[in-house]
């Protein structure tokens, strides 16, 4: 199984509602990763957990909360979101700590209104 | 300060032909290289890397050619399908690739049947 999998595929939230986005792999990767994409942008790195440790916080602002329950799964709790924050979110693995090679998911596509 | 610069936004290529896709970076520390593609709505997927120990590096259709004393890498595909039509990004790491990837914001690739 070499596959990083993400849900919901779409959200469209309000600005005042809270919401979660799922990412899990069961590659036995040891670092996940938070991305944001814009459009016509490259990923923008947001966190960084290894060994279930956050190890990067880009700077992001308090209204992302990242959550790494175990090994296998990352959360993005999403609170009180502004409108620009609308962008396609990545979650990634990688063996290591980036460790080379990147696994992403497919991404949420959010929208907020 | 763009560390990783892809300066061609775009680039249109009949099939068959070779699409020649380059790269730029001014960060002297970087020595590891990653070229990924994305496809509207996916996550990014690995395609090909380079240490900075070599200077070409084959997978099938795909090479990949670094240029250290230029700071410059290119992605040859040859021949050039109309699958291949994406969003190639490039990206570098410094450390053998245990550093923070840094991406370029991308080149969209359109093969023409």
């Known amino acids: 199984d070499t596959e990083v999998t993400q849900t919901p595929k779409h959200l469209v939230m309000g600005m005042t509602n809270k919401k979660s986005l799922k990412c899990e792999q069961h590659?036995?990767?040891?670092?996940m990763y938070w991305y944001k994409q814009k459009a016509k942008k490259p990923p923008e790195l947001m966190f960084v957990?290894?060994?279930?440790?956050?190890?990067i916080n880009e700077s992001v602002p308090s209204r992302f909360s990242p959550e790494c329950p175990n090994s296998s799964l990352l959360n993005l709790h999403l609170h009180a979101l502004q409108p620009e924050d609308s962008a396609l979110y990545l979650c990634?693995?990688?063996?290591?700590?980036?460790?080379?090679?990147?696994?992403f998911g497919p991404g949420t596509r959010l929208t907020v209104l | 300060d763009q560390q990783v610069k892809q300066n061609s936004p775009s680039l249109s290529v009949q099939e068959g032909r070779i699409s020649i896709l380059n790269c730029d970076y001014t960060?002297?520390?970087?020595?590891?290289f990653l070229w990924y593609k994305k496809y509207p709505a996916e996550g990014p997927t690995f395609l090909i890397s380079?240490?900075?120990?070599?200077d070409k590096n084959e997978d099938g259709r795909f090479t990949v050619f670094l240029n250290k004393s230029a700071k410059h890498l290119s992605l040859h595909i040859v021949p050039s399908q109309p699958g291949d039509s994406a969003v190639y990004f490039c990206?570098?790491?410094?450390?053998?690739?245990?550093?923070?990837?840094?991406f370029g914001k991308g080149t969209k690739l359109t093969v023409n049947p």
């Open positions: 380079i240490s900075s120990i070599k």
């Open positions: 590659m036995g990767h040891r670092a």
């Open positions: 957990y290894s060994y279930e440790k956050l190890s």
């Open positions: 990206a570098a790491s410094a450390r053998g690739g245990s550093e923070k990837l840094v």
């Open positions: 960060n002297s520390m970087f020595d590891y």
């Open positions: 990634a693995s990688s063996q290591d700590y980036f460790g080379g090679r990147l696994f």
